[in-house]
């Protein structure tokens, strides 16, 4: 059962990489180069403005584009709202409640379009964000490639099913990041995010309670803000440590069974995972190369490009 569930992971891998690879093909850094130069420097200044005034809006933003990509491609579509005649992903059960950063996207979206009208999708706009927000507190930078478009329709029932929950196992972790072209190395990086950012009592609950693989002090101080009955929208840091600074702290919390999420923790917990989690752990410069390339593979996953999609004008709504 064991080898059948490998090699369907590296089937799934297999032809995930190839579009990955035609993907990036089609994206360029210098799309804007000449329509829209100021792009980079306004993205970077509004993000600026935001992140001082709240710091969690860097992982707010890096989530809403990790959530973006994961389904159906990074192509906007967990920008959509809901209408009278149309479901989006912002209700999904994964964000409901818990995504946010749309107005962020929103004021980014209304200072391009002043620079340069109808001509940057929100998909860029989002791209460029997240690798922004990580940077600004103390994280890595990377190239983001640009020429995304957007989607005209989203999928709350993909939203629901694509994105792995905080109480998957390693062996779904992988297979789920397996499916969209991203390695097992990928997936241990990226989930390095969780070094900024805070997350729902509701979502670690059953982990600090019931889980063996934490550590008792850990887990004591964080039941004070999160009971097991009631208090599912009582938040606390992902990283004890240093909330606020993208490092490499969440991989030693890991090592010390200080992982908030049982999802986090499955990342050491004697799998496959343990020795690069050690890696990471007193390598920050191994983490942040590692993951500044698993971001550019995660940006490249299915977007739309060329004519098809739009360019939408407002980022909560098609035109």
């Not at 973006?68 to 959509?80: E, K, P, R, T, Y």
């Amino acid at each position: 059962m064991a080898s059948f569930v490998r090699r369907q992971v590296i089937l799934a891998l297999f032809s995930a990489a190839l579009v990955l690879c035609t993907a990036r093909a089609q994206l360029s850094r210098a799309f804007y180069a000449s329509t829209c130069p100021s792009l980079p420097r306004i993205v970077r200044t509004t993000m600026a403005q935001a992140v001082n005034r709240e710091p969690r809006m860097a992982a707010s933003i890096l989530r809403l584009f990790f959530h973006d990509c994961f389904v159906n491609g990074c192509d906007a579509s967990i920008l959509l709202d809901d209408t009278a005649t149309f479901t989006g992903e912002k209700n999904a059960f994964p964000n409901r409640n818990s995504a946010r950063g749309y107005e962020v996207i929103d004021t980014i979206k209304s200072n391009v379009e002043a620079a340069c009208q109808a001509t940057v999708s929100c998909a860029d706009i989002l791209a460029l964000a997240a690798r922004d927000g990580v940077a600004l507190l103390g994280g890595p930078k990377w190239r983001v490639q640009l020429g995304r478009r957007d989607a005209t329709t989203a999928s709350q029932s993909d939203a629901n099913s694509n994105l792995p929950g905080p109480s998957s196992s390693l062996a779904n972790l992988i297979s789920s990041f397996a499916a969209k072209g991203l390695s097992a190395r990928d997936m241990t990086a990226l989930s390095g995010a969780h070094t900024i950012g805070q997350a729902r009592c509701t979502t670690f609950r059953s982990h600090i309670y019931s889980d063996a693989d934490v550590d008792p002090s850990f887990a004591a101080l964080s039941q004070q803000n999160c009971p097991s009955a009631g208090g599912d929208d009582n938040l606390a840091p992902l990283d004890l440590q240093t909330p606020n600074r993208f490092d490499n702290e969440y991989y030693q919390n890991l090592v010390a069974k200080k992982g908030l999420l049982h999802s986090d923790q499955e990342l050491f917990n004697n799998g496959t995972q343990d020795s690069l989690v050690r890696l990471y752990s007193v390598n920050a410069r191994a983490f942040a190369r590692d993951f500044a390339a698993a971001m550019v593979k995660m940006g490249a996953i299915s977007p739309l490009t060329g004519t098809n999609g739009e360019i939408r004008l407002n980022c909560r709504n098609v035109n």
